[in-house]
């Protein structure tokens, strides 16, 4: 049974107390859906961009903006990472609106499949290694550490999948959401993939315990901003088998609570700049489209008509607008038209 060794320091637990004050005040607070849309949108690019770069791809975030609205027809496999994470975070996101699941081996081995297809070979995808791996040091020209051997992989996986959803009322969720992150990278189970999967299953972690801003925040993006501090923090030196018993993760739940607490005043930060204007603000009109979309599912043009005494072009323009926000689709066309929410590509 995993018994992970830690310590309630100080300055973890007033991390873990300022983080618990941000979060219930962004909980509380009250923001325009455009403008929500808007930050949702921009932290999948970030997250995107940042995990990938920290394994080492080299788009820089204006490029991985343009691949995300944009996608390549035939994308080079520095596109494929960027556009399958974001994927990834829309389908995790999705997951979460059902508010029914624990982290599962299966849940572990979607996400690892869906960062990697069609950049490794397909045996590599959704499995778990079955042979040696070595992490090296390129400053230093050698490995640095040695991960479990491939035939204890999965009951690794198993102890500390278990570890988790045993004690989510037991253990404060930051830490056990950190704990997490810094034993899957222990036990590096995949061939490729490993750190794109820990930083993605963290964040629906977080977000399960109770971090609602999940769409709305990047850690991802304090890790790429000093990845050499990142991975001195996350990582360990060794044999596996030499320190499993040894490894101390005080350390790195300050270091992980740290970048939360950043990117949630980030976040903070941008949310109270935005201001509403000409461009983005809901008129009366555009408020009664989406309550009645909420309230029914769909609307239609002469559904429309009867709630305001607005020409068809007028409403078409309102329509339009609507869409170009990104907060409704048109489905099916001509007096076949309607159209409804949009929850993301």
């Given at each position: 049974?995993?018994?992970?060794?830690?310590?309630?320091?100080?300055?973890?637990?007033?991390?873990?107390?300022?983080?618990?004050?941000?979060?219930?005040?962004?909980?509380?607070?009250?923001?325009?859906?455009?403008?929500?849309?808007?930050?949702?949108?921009?932290?999948?690019?970030?997250?995107?961009?940042?995990?990938?770069?920290?394994?080492?791809?080299?788009?820089?975030?204006?490029?991985?903006?343009?691949?995300?609205?944009?996608?390549?027809?035939?994308?080079?496999?520095?596109?494929?990472?960027?556009?399958?994470?974001?994927?990834?975070?829309?389908?995790?996101?999705?997951?979460?609106?059902?508010?029914?699941?624990?982290?599962?081996?299966?849940?572990?081995?979607?996400?690892?499949?869906?960062?990697?297809?069609?950049?490794?070979?397909?045996?590599?995808?959704?499995?778990?290694?079955?042979?040696?791996?070595?992490?090296?040091?390129?400053?230093?020209?050698?490995?640095?550490?040695?991960?479990?051997?491939?035939?204890?992989?999965?009951?690794?996986?198993?102890?500390?999948?278990?570890?988790?959803?045993l004690n989510k009322s037991k253990v404060d969720p930051l830490i056990l959401a950190g704990i997490f992150h810094k034993q899957f990278v222990v036990i590096h189970p995949f061939i490729d993939g490993n750190g794109r999967t820990s930083r993605l299953v963290t964040k629906l972690l977080l977000a399960a315990m109770?971090?609602?801003?999940?769409?709305?925040?990047?850690?991802?993006?304090?890790?790429?901003?000093?990845?050499?501090?990142?991975?001195?923090?996350?990582?360990?030196?060794?044999?596996?088998?030499?320190?499993?018993?040894?490894?101390?993760?005080?350390?790195?739940?300050?270091?992980?609570?740290?970048?939360?607490?950043?990117?949630?005043?980030?976040?903070?930060?941008?949310?109270?700049?935005?201001?509403?204007?000409?461009?983005?603000?809901?008129?009366?009109?555009?408020?009664?489209?989406?309550?009645?979309?909420?309230?029914?599912?769909?609307?239609?043009?002469?559904?429309?008509?009867?709630?305001?005494?607005?020409?068809?072009?007028?409403?078409?323009?309102?329509?339009?607008?609507?869409i170009e926000m990104g907060l409704i689709e048109r489905i099916g066309k001509g007096k076949n038209t309607y159209y409804k929410s949009k929850k993301g590509d």
């Open positions: 049974m995993f018994n992970p060794k830690f310590v309630v320091s100080q300055k973890l637990l007033e991390n873990i107390k300022k983080i618990t004050s941000i979060v219930t005040e962004l909980n509380y607070q009250k923001f325009p859906k455009v403008v929500l849309v808007e930050m949702e949108r921009s932290a999948r690019e970030v997250s995107s961009y940042s995990s990938t770069s920290i394994e080492g791809n080299p788009l820089p975030l204006t490029d991985v903006k343009k691949i995300l609205t944009n996608a390549p027809a035939n994308a080079r496999d520095s596109e494929k990472e960027v556009l399958n994470y974001n994927k990834v975070l829309i389908n995790l996101d999705k997951l979460l609106s059902s508010k029914k699941f624990s982290i599962t081996l299966k849940i572990i081995l979607d996400i690892q499949c869906g960062v990697t297809r069609g950049v490794v070979l397909s045996d590599g995808c959704g499995k778990l290694r079955k042979e040696p791996v070595f992490v090296n040091d390129p400053k230093l020209g050698k490995t640095v550490y040695l991960p479990p051997d491939h035939e204890d992989v999965k009951k690794l996986l198993q102890d500390l999948i278990e570890y988790v959803n109770g971090l609602n801003t999940f769409s709305l925040f990047s850690f991802e993006n304090y890790y790429n901003k000093n990845v050499t501090k990142y991975f001195q923090n996350v990582g360990v030196l060794g044999n596996y088998y030499d320190i499993k018993d040894k490894i101390d993760f005080t350390g790195w739940l300050e270091y992980f609570t740290d970048g939360i607490i950043d990117e949630l005043l980030r976040v903070i930060k941008v949310l109270q700049n935005r201001i509403i204007t000409p461009e983005n603000e809901l008129k009366p009109h555009h408020k009664k489209i989406i309550g009645y979309i909420e309230k029914n599912g769909f609307i239609t043009d002469s559904d429309y008509s009867k709630l305001v005494p607005r020409a068809k072009a007028t409403r078409n323009i309102d329509f339009n607008k609507l």
